[in-house]
């Protein structure tokens, strides 16, 4: 298991760690410091598949993996179905062939979240993103182990997080140290 961080912009000072995750938008400079690397194209809505495919020519050679979108089951993130994610993914790869690697998008852990894991591999993905979200060990337990169970490729955890709530405030910090340790 290789531990690291997801970086949204580039202030970190820390030690460089096993892997990390950022988007092409902000982290991408202290991001890069790591041995594997997993590039989030950022973007919302539903893009032409061929603009998305340049973009990840463009980053391929210095990431390890390139997402594909970020939670297509969330509507904020776009008019996403199932279908539509699994067919645009799939035109990716068309247009992006191994040895370039291609990473499942993470989906939002609600609702029937993990049925969104279940074509990875038949559209071509190397890797699925989690996006792990609970208030307790086990919380967190049921969403990975609901990940594992939906697929057989390689997980990386993308997000880890207490979890939304609008008007929710607690000392994150004092969360992960009792919950994450």
């Known amino acids: 298991m290789n531990v690291g961080l997801w970086f949204t912009e580039d202030s970190y000072q820390g030690p460089t760690l096993p892997c990390a995750g950022f988007m092409d938008v902000g982290g991408s400079t202290v991001g890069a410091k790591s041995a594997l690397r997993l590039l989030r194209l950022y973007f919302k809505g539903v893009p032409a598949s061929t603009d998305i495919a340049q ?3 463009e980053h391929a050679q210095t990431n390890t993996y390139i997402q594909i979108a ?3 089951n969330n509507p904020f993130e776009g008019a996403w179905t199932l279908d539509a994610y699994t067919s645009f993914f799939k035109e990716v790869r068309y ?3 191994r040895p370039v690697l291609l990473a499942w998008a993470g989906m939002s852990p609600a609702g029937d979240f993990a049925s969104w894991y279940a074509p990875a591999r038949a559209a071509g993905a190397d890797i699925v993103v989690a996006h792990v979200y609970g208030r307790t060990l086990s919380q967190l337990q049921d969403v990975l182990g609901r990940v594992l169970a939906a697929t057989s490729l ?3 955890i993308g997000e ?3 979890g939304p709530q609008a008007g929710l405030n607690i000392d994150i910090n004092a969360w992960a140290r009792d919950v994450l340790r």
């Open 154 to 156: 390689p997980v990386w």
């Open 55 to 57: 973009r990840v020519r």
């Open 95 to 97: 247009l992006c062939p």
């Open 160 to 162: 880890i997080n207490y």
């Open 70 to 72: 970020n939670e297509p």
